[in-house]
């Protein structure tokens, strides 16, 4: 098949890798998807902004990749990005940090076929921690079908692990870009509370941590999650059960960030926590 017939086929998936300043790692992840033995896809790889040498890795892949280049707004704003260029029926995302093994994407496509009413399937996976594997804690323990009211307490979706119908995208919206960070809990929350997420019990990602610029080691990462219940909570769509258990988690982390303001001086914030539990 040439060149230009490849573009003239729309691909069944559009793998998106949003990446910003990852020159040291981001080969590895583009390459693990090269990699795959499912072949029916393009690679967009959204280029945050960055000012180290990503853009030459980049541009070394030539027809293999299509870049796109933005301003540093973010990882919801380069992943949302990448998602209205989206030419595939199908969306699968991998952090510029983390790799993919040789099956997961056919064995994604695989699922979807024999399961064509699903619509959001993720993969189990690998942790490795500073180069070390790791054994993920049982709280952690991935769930499936309606998982809402398990994915309240933390996110038990992985932005890497997942394949969703670009269509998805149309029915709950994209990715917040107010939120620096749980941009990806606030997605869940708003997928899980209407749709099934199902689960391939096989680990098909490494995902891969303890490096200084992980967004997901941040701190303070629950006055985010409170953002995103806050939300979910007001949005008119959850059923009696799953407002109950919003509720029950917002007041919950209220109270926990509300102390450690508290601990720390901070008067004001802290008040502003204690009277947002009180009203919810």
Known sequence: MSKIEKKQKKPLISVIIPTYNRGWIIKEAIDSVLSQDYRDFELIIVDDGSTDNTLEILNSYQDDITVLRQNNHGVSAARNLGIMAASGRFVAFLDSDDLWLPQKLSSQVDYFNLN?????????EIWIRKGVRVNPKKRHKKPWGMIFEQSLALCLVSPSAVMI??????????????????E???????????????LIDTPLIIK????????????GLDKFRIKSLKKIIASGLLSKTQYRAAVKTLKEKCAIYEAGCSKRGR??????YTKLSDSA
């Open 208 to 219: 891969r941590g303890g490096h200084s610029d992980q967004l997901s080691a941040s701190s």
């Open 116 to 124: 064509p009413d699903a619509i959001i399937c993720q993969t189990e």
């Open 267 to 272: 008067k004001e914030e802290a008040l502003y």
């Open 184 to 198: 990806d809990y606030d997605l869940w929350l708003r997928i899980s509370c209407r749709f099934p997420v199902y």
């Open 165 to 182: 119908r670009r269509s998805l995208f149309d029915e709950v919206g994209f990715f917040d870009e107010k939120l620096p960070v749980c």
